[in-house]
C-alpha cells in the first residue's frame, strides 16, 4: 500500500472555527491532490500540488487553502468552517507519469456543528 | 472540460452472477487513461482496473474486466462470479494531464 497518512481521521469542530487537515507521504511522489466526497457528488477537486511550493484550484476550492512547504507533506486549511464544509476529506498521490492511478489516504470524516 | 457520468446510482447482483456498471465521459482529448476505483465500507479508495485510451485491447484483472468503447466514449466495468466482499461503491476516474475527474459512483450491493 502506498504510504499515505492523513490526520487527524476523525474531528467535530463549530462554525466559525479554523481548521487544518494534515496529509504526509512517504512515497516521494511529486503529485498530492485535496477532495472532499459527499452524497450524490461523488469525488471532487479541492486543490492540488505539483511541487513544493507549487498549487493550483480545483473545481470547489471557495473557502479552502493549501500548503506545501516539503514534498512529504500537503495541509489543507478552512480558515472559517461552516456547515456546508461538513464531509469526509480524501489526499490522493500520484507519480509524474502517464498512466499512473492515484493513490489515496483513509480518509478524514469532519463534521462542523 | 472532462466529465464522467455513472447513470445507475445503484445496483445489485445475486452472489456467483456477472454485473455490468456503466461509465461514460466527455473529452475531446485523445490521450488519456481510465480507471475504476472501489470503495467498501471501509472507505477506502482501492484501484480496481486500469485502462490505456491509446490500448484497443479491453483490460482485465481477475475477475474484473472492461468494456471500452472509445468512439462511444464509454468504459464499463464488469464483475464475474461476483463475492459478498465486492459489495462497495465503485466510481469510474478519467486521467488527462495528471487530473483525475470522477463520476458520482454506484453503490453496488452483492446479496447471499
Known amino acids: 500500500d502506498a504510504g499515505i497518512t492523513q490526520s487527524p481521521r476523525h474531528k467535530v469542530t463549530e462554525t466559525g472555527t479554523p481548521v487544518t487537515l494534515r496529509c504526509h507521504q512517504t512515497?516521494?511522489?511529486?503529485?498530492m491532490y485535496w477532495y472532499r466526497q459527499d452524497p450524490g457528488h461523488g469525488l471532487r477537486l479541492i486543490h492540488y500540488s505539483y511541487g513544493v511550493k507549487d498549487t493550483d484550484k480545483g473545481e470547489v476550492s471557495d473557502g479552502y487553502s493549501v500548503s506545501r512547504s516539503k514534498t512529504e507533506d500537503f495541509l489543507l486549511t478552512l480558515e472559517s468552517a461552516t456547515s456546508s464544509q461538513t464531509s469526509v476529506y480524501f489526499c490522493?498521490?500520484?507519480?509524474?507519469?502517464?498512466?499512473?492511478?492515484?493513490?489515496f489516504g483513509d480518509g478524514t470524516r469532519l463534521s462542523i456543528l | 472540460a472532462q466529465t464522467v457520468t455513472q447513470s445507475q446510482p445503484e445496483m445489485s447482483v445475486q452472489e456467483a452472477e456477472t454485473v455490468t456498471l456503466s461509465c461514460t465521459y466527455d473529452t475531446s482529448e485523445n490521450n488519456y487513461y481510465l480507471f475504476w476505483y472501489k470503495q467498501p465500507p471501509s472507505r477506502q479508495m482501492i484501484l480496481v482496473i486500469r485502462q490505456e485510451a491509446y490500448k484497443q485491447q479491453n483490460a482485465t484483472e481477475n475477475r474484473f474486466s472492461v468494456n471500452f468503447q472509445k468512439a462511444a466514449k464509454s468504459f464499463s466495468l464488469k464483475i464475474s462470479d461476483s463475492q459478498l466482499g465486492d459489495t462497495a461503491m465503485y466510481f469510474c476516474a478519467f486521467m488527462w494531464g495528471n487530473q483525475f475527474y470522477f463520476g458520482t459512483g454506484t453503490s453496488l450491493t452483492v446479496i447471499p
Open positions: 512515497e516521494n511522489h511529486r503529485y
Open positions: 490522493a498521490i500520484s507519480e509524474d507519469s502517464p498512466n499512473q492511478p492515484q493513490h
